[in-house]
T-cell receptor, first 109, second 115 residues
Framework: GQNIDQPTEMTATEGAIVQINCTYQ??????LFWYQQHAGEAPTFLSY??LDGLEEKGRFSSFLSRSKGYSYLLLKELQMKDSASYLC??????????WGAGTKLIIKP | ETGVTQTPRHLVMGMTNKKSLKCEQH?????MYWYKQSAKKPLELMFV???????ENNSVPSRFSPECPNSSHLFLHLHTLQPEDSALYLC??????????????FGPGTRLTVL
C-alpha cells in the first residue's frame, strides 16, 4: 500500500530552527509537496521537489532524497505565526496526491 | 488569498437533513476536487472533476453527491449523513488534473457536524 509518515506533533522555540521529516512509500513518484495549514484555514502551497537536493525559499527550505524515500521541511528563524500543521504529499505514478496526516508545529516564546 | 471560496464555513445538520456545500474558484483552473479532512488523518480524496467531467470517485458513499456545472463551480450535495461524516470538507482546484507539476489550491473548508 501507499504510505506517508510524518511526526504527529513537534514543539520548537521562537527564533530557533526546526526540521519536519516525511518518509514515503508510494507507487511511483512524480514529486513531493509541502503545504502549511493554519487552524481553521485552507492548506497553502509551500514547496514542490521532484529532483534530489535542497530547495530554499526564504526562511523555508525543502529537501528530497528519492533513493531514501525521504524529505524534510526546514524552518529557520521561527516566528509565532509559523505555528500550524505542515502536510507532506507525494504525487504517485497515476498523478494522484497521497497525503500524510500532517505535523502540528507548536512554537513557544 | 481568496482564489477558492467555500460556503458555508460551518454547517450543523441532522441525519435526515439535505444540504449542499458550494465551492467556487476564481483562478481559471480546469480541475476541481473534494477532500474530507478528519482530525489526525490524511486528507481523503473524494471526487475529482477535470473539465467538468468526473474522473475520480474514491468509493465515496452515495449519500455524498457531487455536481460540477462548470469549471468554476463545484457542489457537494449531502443527504442522510452519519455522525462519522463530521469533518472538514475541503475544495481544491488546479490547472488540470493529472498534470505533472500540478499544484492544488485549497479553499478554507466547510466544518460539518452531523448530529
Amino acid at each position: 500500500g501507499q504510505n506517508i509518515d510524518q511526526p504527529t506533533e513537534m514543539t520548537a522555540t521562537e527564533g530557533a530552527i526546526v526540521q519536519i521529516n516525511c518518509t514515503y512509500q508510494t507507487s511511483g513518484f512524480n514529486g513531493l509537496f509541502w503545504y502549511q495549514q493554519h487552524a481553521g484555514e485552507a492548506p497553502t502551497f509551500l514547496s514542490y521537489n521532484v529532483l534530489d537536493g535542497l530547495e530554499e525559499k526564504g526562511r523555508f527550505s525543502s529537501f528530497l532524497s528519492r533513493s531514501k524515500g525521504y524529505s524534510y521541511l526546514l524552518l529557520k528563524e521561527l516566528q509565532m505565526k509559523d505555528s500550524a500543521s505542515y502536510l507532506c504529499a507525494v504525487l504517485d505514478s497515476n498523478y494522484q496526491l497521497i497525503w500524510g496526516a500532517g505535523t502540528k508545529l507548536i512554537i513557544k516564546p | 488569498e481568496t482564489g477558492v471560496t467555500q460556503t458555508p464555513r460551518h454547517l450543523v445538520m441532522g441525519m435526515t437533513n439535505k444540504k449542499s456545500l458550494k465551492c467556487e474558484q476564481h483562478l481559471g483552473h480546469n480541475a476541481m476536487y473534494w477532500y474530507k479532512q478528519s482530525a489526525k488523518k490524511p486528507l481523503e480524496l473524494m471526487f475529482v472533476y477535470n473539465f467538468k467531467e468526473q474522473t475520480e470517485n474514491n468509493s465515496v458513499p452515495s449519500r455524498f453527491s457531487p455536481e460540477c456545472p462548470n469549471s468554476s463551480h463545484l457542489f457537494l450535495h449531502l443527504h442522510t449523513l452519519q455522525p462519522e461524516d463530521s469533518a472538514l470538507y475541503l475544495c481544491a482546484s488546479s490547472q488540470q488534473a493529472n498534470e505533472f507539476t500540478d499544484t492544488q489550491y485549497f479553499g478554507p473548508g466547510t466544518r460539518l457536524t452531523v448530529l
